[in-house]
């Protein structure tokens, strides 16, 4: 095999796994005789000699990424190492970490969609209400708990209290205004390391997955945090499941998420970009 291909790694900073992640691909790049190369960001990276990118993080990571390249031609393989790897969730690269890295060089290139949110990228998904609370949680009330558990803890630990608030919002022009638990919008299924706030999403469909929940009692909020998980809570007539490829959101108090990161309250316009960037993955 040749030096033809010249990968640049991507890998979140100060980060042990990301950094063990780091060398095993490194150590399998040599094996095959690719050349790879590493930086921590990409404002001043020039990408002109390299034929693909691999990002080495979570959906922080992925999200700053994107939102920094200069261009989407680069295939981008990714090799999971944040707390919740939601967007993955949503992918096939692999059971096992052998498999993983593979993909991440050998995968086949599949177009995606990108979300943009006012001026901002995402691939997984946005919320307000109470995810965009659980966020807000989640940043500045650091427990010793890491990934789905401690996300768990933060769902738990306001579930009752959460007040829904009017909120007003068109998809594709049609107006409505809800008082609501939370609106999530996305192109992944999973978020929170594992609920399934819009199992009916598709990576490539060119719409947006919806997932609107009106007021729940809190009693009915804890009995049904199960069916979050599995996907199934579209069975409560609270619960909606929508499709769209352009939301606007009016003003509201409630705070907002973009890939799990506070992008805080509206208004908001988002659209769908179809199939913008190719990403590696497994037959």
Not at 66 to 93: R, T
Not at 109 to 123: E, I, R, T
Request: proline share 4%; charged share 25%.
């Amino acid at each position: 095999m040749t030096h033809q291909r010249q990968i640049l790694t991507i890998c979140k900073p100060n980060d042990k796994k990301a950094g063990r992640f780091a060398k095993r691909l490194f150590k399998y790049c040599n094996e095959h005789e690719i050349e790879i190369g590493q930086c921590q960001a990409l404002d001043k990276e020039d990408l002109s000699s390299y034929t693909g990118l691999v990002v080495i993080g979570g959906d922080g990571t992925l999200n700053h990424i994107i939102n920094n390249l200069p261009h989407f031609d680069l295939p981008m393989g990714i090799i999971p190492a944040g707390s919740g790897n939601d967007y993955v969730k949503s992918l096939n690269l692999g059971g096992n970490e052998a498999e993983i890295i593979e993909t991440a060089v050998f995968g086949k290139p599949k177009s995606v969609d990108l979300g943009k949110c006012n001026d901002q990228l995402f691939l997984n998904g946005f919320g307000i209400g109470f995810d965009g609370q659980i966020a807000k949680e989640f940043e500045e009330n650091r427990t010793i708990l890491r990934g789905h558990a401690a996300y768990y803890y933060h769902v738990l630990r306001i579930l009752a209290t959460f007040k829904p608030k009017l909120l007003q919002f068109s998809i594709d022009g049609k107006t409505s205004e809800e008082e609501v638990i939370l609106l999530t919008i996305a192109k992944g299924t999973t978020f929170g390391g594992g609920f399934k706030l819009t199992p009916h999403a598709r990576i490539n469909d060119g719409k947006f997955a919806i997932c609107l929940i009106k007021n729940l009692s809190p009693i009915r909020r804890f009995l049904n945090v199960g069916t979050l998980k599995a996907g199934t809570h579209d069975r409560h007539p609270e619960v909606e499941f929508l499709e769209g490829k352009k939301i606007e959101i009016k003003n509201s108090e409630m705070i907002a998420h973009i890939d799990g990161e506070i992008v805080g309250s509206p208004p908001f316009e988002l659209k769908v970009l179809g199939e913008k960037m190719k990403i590696r993955m497994r037959e």
